[in-house]
């Protein structure tokens, strides 16, 4: 078995990146967890200066966290690695899902986001898609392709649906399922968010999931007044607080951490990062500066 229609199949690999996913073969029992804090003052500017010109969609901490997120997978391509069927696969695209509650009540729907990024995107583009995709989704009438898909199975007798969808996991699982059935399936997007700041809720972790091909999952807090050390001081700022949950059969934890110190940088100096695109790298003596 080769590529996928979604990613390149890796021969060239390492001895132990070929034989782990033998040992281990469920990304569930390979999870790692992160958590990492940034401050929000300079985000908060940055912010408050893209809306001076009162644009009818207002910038937000969000929007600059996707951007970031989405900037350091580009440039991090490890991050853009997933394990299926005891193999290694590099994605053809960045992506990134998250549910959208479609109204803050206990009976409001939930529907499906799912963004397929380019390259020369900046965070002007993550801000009108994401906008585009927002207005879409908080009609109460909307049903993404993912959720309209289950509703047919639902509606099928159980006799029925049931080995239907039980044929439908083993093609995923062997990666020879329909496109269509998938590509807007938020577990086979490169990194799925779950901002629990808009709920009132602090960080968390969220669980990885044998189905699908996501390797990454990024938790967002609630934004307050954290503590940080300046010149060994300890005193409070904005900030907000995110949980990581990656596959760790994709990469090492030294590329990890300088992937997370990566997004903390673009966060902490929006003005410099977020404005340019997506794949445009950091300068030589700045990228060796992570880590240290």
Not at 112 to 139: A, G, Y
């Amino acid at each position: 078995m080769g590529d996928r229609f979604d990613a390149k199949y890796l021969k060239d690999i390492d001895s132990m990146h070929f034989i782990v996913p033998f040992m281990f073969p469920n990304r569930c029992d390979n999870e790692t967890f992160f958590s990492f804090k940034i401050d929000l003052t300079n985000l908060n500017e940055y912010v408050k200066k893209k809306n001076a010109s009162n644009p009818d969609y207002k910038y937000n901490m969000y929007q600059c966290i996707v951007t970031a997120a989405l900037k350091t997978i580009h440039l991090r391509s490890k991050l853009n690695i997933f394990i299926h069927d005891r193999r290694m696969y590099k994605r053809n695209e960045v992506t990134a899902a998250f549910t959208v509650k479609q109204e803050f009540a206990d009976e409001g729907g939930e529907v499906l986001c799912f963004m397929h990024s380019k390259p020369e995107w900046t965070i002007d583009d993550v801000h009108n898609e994401l906008k585009r995709q927002l207005l879409k989704l908080k009609s109460k009438t909307y049903v993404d392709e993912t959720t309209g898909v289950m509703d047919k199975f639902n509606k099928l007798p159980k006799f029925i649906s049931r080995p239907i969808i039980a044929f439908i996991a083993w093609l995923e699982r062997k990666g020879i399922v329909i496109p269509a059935l998938v590509e807007s399936d938020i577990y086979h997007s490169s990194v799925i968010f779950a901002n629990l700041g808009s709920i009132g809720l602090p960080m968390g972790f969220h669980h990885l999931s044998n189905w699908g091909t996501t390797s990454l999952f990024l938790v967002v807090g609630k934004a307050g007044d954290l503590p940080f050390f300046d010149n060994k001081k300890l005193e409070f700022h904005p900030g907000v607080e995110f949980g990581f949950t990656v596959d760790e059969r994709i990469a090492d934890g030294y590329y990890f951490a300088k992937s997370i110190q990566m997004m903390q940088l673009f966060l902490q100096e929006p003005e410099t990062y977020l404005e340019q695109p997506l794949s445009q790298k950091l300068p030589d003596e700045v990228f060796a500066s992570l880590g240290k």
